[in-house]
Antibody, heavy 124, light 107 residues
């Protein structure tokens, strides 16, 4: 059974840092891109970023709103993907989801499996 | 960035109704679009990718269409479990972007 389990959500002060983890099981993690998506309270979905698989150099892409502050990494030996969040501000308050990517033709979509979400609250 | 405009943003309908949601892209994205359903307090569920490919396990009353800049999600006969918020997302270029969502409520 495929599972994605996020951890690390917490209350943090503005300007602080936090690292979220997403532990995967039930599939060959190293073969998949992984994405992060967030949802602020009462708002819509916002794509945060993605990390490609090792075969594609584990390269990353980010939304403009987090570029330079957030870093996505992966450890295939631990079947885990991470979201390092620095210089947090109140607008980063959201539930953060990790999701598995999959190929269809020449495009990698995501979301056939999702984590349960991790709440990050940025407040003084 | 590629902008996605969903319409309507809110839809009130009855069980059994046929419902269509539209998603318009600010530039052509071929068929590189997905649709997600989200219920309150839950992670989204993937419904459709590549504009019209139904994700496994999704009921056949859901269908997607379109290409280029205009796309549709149709529910042929609305069921009680379909009352939720629906989002489109484009995969035509980075950053990946979502539409603003369409909330479907019981009339």
């Amino acid at each position: 059974e495929v599972q994605l389990v996020e951890s690390g959500g917490h209350l943090v002060q503005p300007g602080g840092s936090l690292r979220l983890s997403c532990a995967a099981s039930g599939f060959t993690f190293s073969d998949h891109y992984m994405d992060w998506v967030r949802q602020a309270p009462g708002k819509g979905l916002e794509w945060v970023g993605r990390i490609r698989d090792k075969a594609k150099g584990s390269t990353t892409q980010y939304a403009a709103s987090v570029e330079g502050r957030f870093t996505i990494s992966r450890d295939d030996s631990r079947n885990s993907v991470y979201l390092q969040m620095n210089s947090l501000n109140t607008e980063d308050t959201a539930v953060y989801y990790c999701a598995r990517g999959f190929w269809s033709g020449d495009i990698v979509y995501y979301g056939d499996y999702w984590g349960q979400g991790a709440l990050v609250a940025v407040s003084s | 960035d590629i902008q996605l405009t969903q319409s309507p943003s809110f839809l009130s309908a009855s069980v059994g109704d046929r419902v269509t949601i539209t998603c318009r892209a600010s530039q052509g994205i071929s068929r590189r679009l997905a649709w997600y359903q989200q219920k309150p307090g839950k992670a989204p569920d993937l419904l459709i990718y590549a504009a019209s490919t139904l994700q496994g396990g999704v009921p056949s009353r859901f269908s997607g269409g379109g290409s280029g800049t205009e796309f549709t999600l149709t529910i042929s006969s609305l069921q009680p479990e379909d009352f939720a918020t629906y989002y489109c997302q484009q995969f035509g270029g980075y950053p990946l972007t979502f539409g603003g969502g369409t909330r479907v409520e019981i009339q």
